[in-house]
């Protein structure tokens, strides 16, 4: 059926039947050109709908209408924006086609031919797709006519469920008294022993660096007595701290019920499985994540050494316990949860690792209760990859100064770009802590894609600076 949401308020033509309330104008894109039959006395044309219908007018040249529509349909090129009249023919048909008669057209943006990037890939009925893993070869070519790609019905779903990831975790921060507080682009202070990693800029005389990561700062915001405050980093990365009131446990509580509600909004609420179907089109795993909850409710999770044992002695992979997890390991681990031969819990494509030896995570990092040399530290795993990192964070100046100072490439607090920060520890820190959760690795996961960059529109790599 013709989509009400996208009614145009222009005024009806004359000659459109008195009183047929199923008549509609909205915009749509041509899909193909125009089909003229042997005849020439009738052409054919398949437009698309923003929300991945298509609508089919046949349009005959003595069917009584304007001579011009006639015209217009026969010279529309691909992928051109047109207004259309028209009513439905044919309802609940189980199709994605929906025939119209077509009673007026105007050509809003005519579109030039498109060149060597056939657009072609919609998952309309009757179309021959390519295979996933062929549509991901070509993700260079996509990227580089992106615009068109991302007219992709299925391409689009992707970026709007992006975007409902976006909303629903703002949603949820607001529920539990979370502040925005926008941390800054350009910073001072540096990682030693990191500084292939940062990007550093010229800044009026002095050498700037793209903030690594927002927590520093957030972190300060605490110590201003903000008490629960995110950002979202680079646009792709939810960031959030805040004080404890007992132990880290409550970082792990948070961090699950945030992802339990993120993951049931996209499986259950209508908006969002309706892309998820859209997206399904040419992603065939989307709509089939396993949301695996224990009967306490939760997620599970799995000690760093537990984990170790499973790779080892259920999955027959041999991994060193003194080593972080190779991103091979991560999907056996994942693969391995999410089957029914998991004996952890109910099959689930998402779940925790805890407790990760010092020697593998930041300095300043709490030590666990257990002082077995392990951290009060954690990972999620999401279809088979890390998905959130999270921890509790030293307070105390002291702890931090030490901290610093042992590091294999010690850091000087007394410098300029890193005296804010004791600072903020010296004037009374509480007890604190977080998680960043990349939102582009959330919707990879939950759809299943392949590679990453799929996930927004304008994405940027080592090699890739446009469009």
Known sequence: MLN???MSSQPAPSHLPNGDTDIKSLDVRVHNSPVLSDDSNSVAVLFRCANGHFLQATVESKNGLDNGVFDTVSFLTPESLVRVTARSVAHDTGSDITPIELYDIHNLSAAKTPGAYSNVLHGATGEVLASIQSRTKLIEERLDNRLLDARVPATAAIFKLFSGVHELAVEYLKLHDFYHVPTPALVGYEFPGEEDDLFTVPYFGRTARLAPTGEIHLGMALSADLERVYDFHTFTMLELVFNLQHSWIEILDFADSLLVSLLHSLQSQEKYTTLTKTAKRLYPLAGTFKLG??????????????????????????????KDFTRSEEAALGRFLASEESHVSPPTDVFFITHFPKHLRSCNIYPSDEQDNTTQSFDVILRGQECVTGCRLLHSAEDLAAAF??????????????RPYMTAHEIGMPPWGGFGLGINRLVQGFLGLEDIRETVLFPRDAARLSP
């Open 405 to 418: 100072a042992n590091r294999p490439h010690p850091i000087d607090p007394e410098t300029p770009e890193w």
């Open 293 to 322: 909850l224990g009967k306490s409710g939760k997620l599970p999770r799995i000690r760093f050494n537990e984990a170790k044992t499973l790779l080892r002695d259920f999955i027959g992979i041999e991994s060193d316990d003194d």
């Open 4 to 6: 009400a949401r996208q």
